[in-house]
């Protein structure tokens, strides 16, 4: 488990003479792999992906690269936000602070606002993705075998999750997001990769950790 509250790992890029820096903001949401969790963090990571590219990306220019995510590892998820910047231009700090604004901006009108059809629309969409067959033999295998590989063996997952996702409502996904998202107990990780040009001091007060390769 990340700890509660807000985590921050800053190291300086290898590359040299980098020119930019990135930030990977991580908010852990389960550690017990819940259906329910996994549901609720699909439907969030569908409706907050196309807001969150106009806003950062195009309207305010914040970076080269903006996306967001589901992250599971071993069964522990998590939502992850991903922006590139330059560093000279917008350091890595403005960059987490302005997701950290994108993130309460989203909840307390993009959500909050939703109109329930365009939630079901969004919701729907997923059920029936959950609920398409595999498209030839080898697709069939290559769900199957993940469950095997992976020892959860719930050959049944699409659609208990199509299910689990047809019970979710606009409430359930608010709750989700302000306990998870935006809540003080949160579970929050922000690595964040420096630019590395030159000897700039500015850096030093980052307090960053500075990784050689031996």
Not at 83 to 98: G, H, P
Not at 174 to 195: D, G, N, T, W, Y
Request: aromatic residues 8%; glycine residues 4%; hydrophobic residues 35%.
């Amino acid at each position: 488990k990340i700890p509660k509250g807000d985590t921050h790992l800053k190291v300086k890029s290898l590359l040299p003479n980098d020119k930019n820096s990135i930030v990977k903001n991580y908010y852990q949401s389960d550690t017990d792999g819940g259906i329910e969790s996994v549901c609720l963090l699909e439907l969030l990571v569908k409706i907050l992906r196309e807001p969150l590219f106009n806003t950062l990306r195009t309207r305010e220019q914040l970076g080269y690269n903006v996306s967001c995510a589901i992250k599971c590892d071993n069964d522990v998820y998590g939502l992850s936000i991903i922006a590139e910047s330059q560093e000279k231009r917008i350091s890595a700090r403005l960059v987490d602070a302005r997701i950290e604004k994108f993130l309460w901006d989203f909840y307390s009108t993009m959500l909050s606002e939703m109109c329930d059809d365009d939630f079901e629309t969004m919701k729907c969409s997923i059920v029936n993705q959950r609920r398409s067959l595999d498209i030839d033999l080898e697709s069939e295998m290559s769900r199957n075998w993940c469950e095997i590989r992976e020892r959860k063996y719930n050959f049944e997952r699409s659609e208990i999750e199509a299910r689990q996702l047809e019970l979710l409502n606009k409430d359930s996904l608010m709750i989700f997001f302000k306990e998870h998202i935006l809540s003080p107990q949160r579970r929050k990780l922000s690595i964040q990769v420096l630019a590395n040009v030159g000897d700039d001091d500015s850096l030093l007060q980052h307090g960053y950790v500075h990784l050689n390769i031996v």
